[in-house]
T-cell receptor, first 115, second 114 residues
Framework: DSGVTQTPKHLITATGQRVTLRCSPR?????VYWYQQSLDQGLQFLIQ???????AKGNILERFSAQQFPDLHSELNLSSLELGDSALYFC??????????????FGPGTRLTVT | GENVEQHPSTLSVQEGDSAVIKCTYS??????FPWYKQELGKGPQLIID?????GEKKDQRIAVTLNKTAKHFSLHITETQPEDSAVYFC?????????????FGRGTSLIVHP
């Protein structure tokens, strides 16, 4: 158990809909990262937040957005869903801070199915 | 951007044998290289990592080597056990702000036969 929690575990929705995925980082971790894992694209970095602020951006679609709240939990919002958005979505956390931050610890993931 | 190639995609070994997974990366600025193990239905788990100022690191049955000149790094698992069966991912990380953002390989499915 990494200490990172994600809800829900599974989500089934229809094309065009909007969903919100939730992540709680490990106790004491300030950074949260979001990843998408699919058979087509593999494991891809989407976006990182540190202590409430966006810090790095990867291959995140404009239809997707994220935020990190004062209690450090994070939400990933996916809108105008398409069939191709079906994937596993992982959250990871790390200590963060002014020094270098290396190790990331992954949550169990949310499996999104768009029908 | 960074590009990571990982081989083989599938590796089948007998219990007790050694397993080696190899990765190459393209961006010489990458300086942190973690390896993750992902079991079915679970998230990736960090098993070992190496930083660019180190050539080799070992943790019990697992070792990682890094050749910065050739831009390749490898995972070595000795005395494999059935519970080592999983998908293994390598990653090469570039510094962005105060963090290291990984680019992952496509994964190696390791099957250890009892």
């Amino acid at each position: 158990d990494s200490g990172v929690t994600q809800t829900p575990k599974h989500l089934i929705t229809a094309t065009g809909q909007r969903v919100t995925l939730r992540c709680s980082p490990r106790s004491g971790d300030l950074s949260v990262y979001w990843y998408q894992q699919s058979l087509d694209q593999g494991l891809q970095f989407l976006i990182q937040y540190y202590n409430g602020e966006e810090r790095a951006k990867g291959n995140i679609l404009e239809r997707f957005s994220a935020q990190q709240f004062p209690d450090l939990h994070s939400e990933l919002n996916l809108s105008s869903l398409e069939l191709g958005d079906s994937a596993l979505y992982f959250c990871a956390s790390s200590v963060g801070g002014t020094g270098s931050t290396y190790e990331q610890y992954f949550g169990p993931g949310t499996r999104l199915t768009v029908t | 951007g960074e590009n990571v190639e990982q081989h083989p995609s599938t590796l089948s070994v007998q219990e007790g044998d050694s397993a080696v997974i190899k990765c190459t990366y393209s961006d010489s600025a990458s300086n942190y290289f973690p390896w993750y193990k992902q079991e079915l239905g679970k998230g990736p788990q960090l098993i070992i990592d190496i930083r660019s100022n180190v050539g080799e690191k070992k943790d019990q049955r697992i070792a990682v080597t890094l050749n910065k000149t050739a831009k390749h790094f490898s995972l070595h698992i000795t005395e494999t056990q059935p519970e080592d069966s999983a998908v293994y991912f390598c990653a090469a990380s570039l510094r962005s702000g105060g963090s290291y953002i990984p680019t992952f390989g496509r994964g190696t499915s390791l099957i250890v036969h009892p």
